[in-house]
């Protein structure tokens, strides 16, 4: 059983910065793809960023684009996402979500193994 656990959420005003981590216990072939999602109160779940560990590409929702990064340590299994210019409608629980042999799917339930989640809030 690979256990995810998230950090680094927090409250912050318009325009400011958090950055976020994701640890995972173990590095397998179900955490070759690590992603962040985020939900939001009375909205769905939505994917963020992904990166494929293997080699490290990455994508992002359009949403976030040119403001959110996502990599990762060399030792694979801990992920990082730094957020910019962050916008009140970043509110939301990021999760963090892993699984594999790969990135290509952002569907929820092709995921296997998620974190508890944090809580980032975004004050205009």
């Known amino acids: 059983q690979v256990q995810v656990v998230e950090s680094g959420g927090g409250s912050v005003q318009a325009g400011g910065s958090l950055r976020l981590a994701c640890a995972a216990s173990v590095y397998t072939y179900t955490t070759r793809c690590m992603s962040w999602f985020r939900q939001a109160p009375e909205k769905e779940r939505e994917g963020v960023a992904s990166?494929?560990?293997?080699?490290?590409?990455?994508a992002y929702a359009d949403s976030v684009k040119g403001r959110f990064t996502i990599s990762q340590d060399n030792a694979k299994n801990t992920v990082y996402l730094q957020m910019n210019n962050l916008k009140p409608d970043d509110t939301a629980r990021y999760y963090c979500?892993?699984?594999?042999?790969?990135?290509?799917?952002?569907?929820?339930?092709?995921?296997?193994?998620w974190g508890q989640g944090t809580q980032v809030t975004v004050s205009s």
């Open positions: 990166i494929y560990t293997i080699n490290r590409s990455t």
């Open positions: 979500a892993t699984t594999g042999p790969d990135c290509s799917s952002w569907r929820s339930r092709s995921y296997h193994n």
